[in-house]
């Protein structure tokens, strides 16, 4: 996944745009390592702020939504390991991105219409 997620030049990939049924996302921000989480949930959301946000899965278009300031994620790391994450800015929009995937619901879904969307500009990062 983390292969496919660079390949794209995505910052996130959630298993189910791969078409498999699992809870599975993978992180990969520029300069940071990448992180997998299995079974991740938001537990806490705080603050709004809008957003420019597009998706590998609907390449070429970017929206503007709502995302949280901050949010808290839980879930399990390769291991198995319960953990925990306190996140903001591009870490915080990425993992709620990819949250929303497996819940099957597309940023566009966060939209009021469709016509809010634009092409993308190409140094633009989707998730
Ligand atoms: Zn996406």
Redesign the pocket.
Known sequence: MMETMHSTG?V?L?AS?LGTPWRVIVIGLPGEEDMALINPAVVRRTGERLVNEG???IPGYVGQIKRAESVRVKGRDQNGKEIRIKASELLAQALE??ID?INGV??IDHLESMDELRKIEPEET??
Do not use: N, P, T, V
């Open positions: 995505g996130g959630a745009q998706c590998l899965s991105h990819e995937h597309l940023y989707q998730l």
